[in-house]
């Protein structure tokens, strides 16, 4: 039997900020989003919203190539050491674990969407969530 190879880590992470700080919540992820790729770590894409509703600030969705790639990020120094930072501007932080998932091509998509079901169901979802993406 093969032995089990570690898969990678898919997050989403989602980030509030305190009242009247974003811009210092920004400064502390633009400074420990630099550390993932020493870590195994990719930060496939970073959302911004108006912060509304309770809504997230920010959302991120970052992947490393194993836990234990995760672990080290988590416990990285040079992240420790802005921790300061990190809590004069985050108010909370919530991390939900992900799996992939196959995009179709557009023509996939409206032939899935004209068939119904679960792919009618990802479509109708996927056209709810409305974000205002930032550009860097």
Partial sequence: MPV???EEVNLVVLLWAYPGSSDRLVAYEDL???FLASHGGRLLHRLR???E???PFEIQVIRFL???SYENYLTDQRR???RELSDTSVARTEVHR???V???PRRSRDDAANSGGAATLLLVLHSLVRFESWRW
């Fill in 49 to 51: 919203t108006k912060g």
């Fill in 80 to 82: 420790v050491n802005l």
């Fill in 32 to 34: 420990v989003l630099e």
């Fill in 53 to 55: 509703d309770d809504a």
């Fill in 98 to 100: 992900g799996y992939g």
């Fill in 66 to 68: 194993s836990e234990a």
């Fill in 102 to 104: 196959t995009i179709l």
């Fill in 4 to 6: 089990p190879v570690e």
